[in-house]
């Protein structure tokens, strides 16, 4: 702040240096919510796994395991990266090579 400048002098026209936390708000918990939703995907997938690959219950429940190990450790390789190279260069890269992988798909 500068002097001189009482706080409703900064705050006027309606904005503040908070503005954007709802919307910071909603993105943090429709993150959640999506993760939650993944590793639900898992679980009700697991009973159709185990009768395709003909599985015990306990052979089968190591996919779930698998699946939280690779996700985790995902997440902090790219937590790591994203402090190196910035949040919006990750995200730009890993969007383009996702859609780079889908292409061949998309002509077949």
Do not use: K
Request: hydrophobic share 50%; proline share 2%.
């Amino acid at each position: 702040m500068r002097a001189g400048r009482s706080v409703e002098d900064e705050n006027q026209g309606g904005s503040s240096r908070y503005g954007h936390c709802y919307a910071v708000l909603f993105i943090v918990l429709f993150a959640v919510l999506m993760a939650v939703i993944d590793g639900t995907v898992v679980n009700i997938a697991l009973p159709s796994m185990t009768r395709f690959f003909f599985a015990d219950l306990s052979d089968s429940q190591w996919a779930i395991t698998a699946y939280l190990i690779t996700m985790t450790s995902l997440l902090l390789v790219f937590g790591q990266v994203s402090d190196y190279i910035g949040r919006a260069r990750l995200f730009l890269w890993v969007g383009l090579s996702s859609r780079q992988a889908r292409l061949p798909a998309d002509y077949q």
